[in-house]
T-cell receptor
Framework: AQKVTQAQTEISVVEKEDVTLDCVYE???????LFWYKQPPSGELVFLIR??????QNEISGRYSWNFQKSTSSFNFTITASQVVDSAVYFC???????????????FGTGTQLKVEL | EAQVTQNPRYLITVTGKKLTVTCSQN?????MSWYRQDPGLGLRQIYY???????DKGDVPEGYKVSRKEKRNFPLILESPSPNQTSLYFC????????????FGSGTRLTVV
């Protein structure tokens, strides 16, 4: 069974600090996809990144970067020079490529609440 | 614009009063799902559908029903809501197994009193 663990329930930082959100996953599949979503106070889910299991290249998008390490089953997310607008709940999620019985399920972690203060 | 539309955004109801949360997508996706989000639990799948007239239970299906009579619509039905179904609900659609195409609705915040 697939599982995603976000051990950090809440993180508080001061603006301009760098912060890393941890994500550890479990799956028996060799082909899978990892995601990060942002949920601002308004409640919607904002897609940030998708990574497939065969692409271990780190990715940078502006102040955001992601470190995917299959050896440790981790897909960590770093925000550089955090801003107040980054305050949100962040979810890591996993999808296995093989659709068993048509389920096509995203398995989510429990989320990390990030608070960025002035 | 490609989107998943859920209605209503907010709903307060009383225990036992049947309700339906609608979900519609305009991307011709085959796969649709409902999730509920609860504090400390993340999002959990309630029901899913892989095509018209094909639906099945997810991880937390008790107390819910769904139907898929048309490809674009996937309503969530609570026949007799109870307070433990107070939650934030998301509808999602996707194009298949390649990991692309997960699109979520804006969410429905349901309170059952």
């Amino acid at each position: 069974a697939q599982k995603v663990t976000q051990a950090q329930t809440e993180i508080s930082v001061v603006e301009k600090e760098d912060v890393t959100l941890d994500c550890v996953y479990e799956t028996r599949d060799t082909t899978y996809y990892l995601f990060w979503y942002k949920q601002p106070p308004s409640g919607e889910l904002v897609f940030l990144i998708r990574r497939n299991s065969f692409d271990e290249q780190n990715e940078i998008s502006g102040r955001y970067s992601w470190n995917f390490q299959k050896s440790t089953s981790s897909f960590n997310f770093t925000i550089t020079a955090s801003q107040v607008v980054d305050s949100a709940v962040y979810f890591c999620a996993l999808s296995e490529a093989e659709i068993t019985g048509g389920r096509n399920k995203l398995t989510f972690g429990t989320g990390t609440q990030l608070k960025v203060e002035l | 614009e490609a989107q998943v539309t859920q209605n209503p955004r907010y709903l307060i109801t009383v225990t036992g009063k049947k309700l339906t949360v609608t979900c519609s997508q305009n991307m011709n996706h085959e796969y649709m799902s409902w999730y509920r989000q609860d504090p400390g639990l993340g999002l959990r799948q309630i029901y899913y559908s892989m095509n018209v007239e094909v639906t099945d239970k997810g991880d937390v299906p008790e107390g819910y029903k769904v139907s898929r009579k048309e490809k674009r619509n996937f309503p969530l039905i609570l026949e007799s809501p109870s307070p433990n179904q107070t939650s934030l609900y998301f509808c999602a659609s996707s194009s298949g197994s390649d990991g692309y195409g997960y699109t979520f609705g804006s969410g429905t915040r349901l309170t059952v009193v």
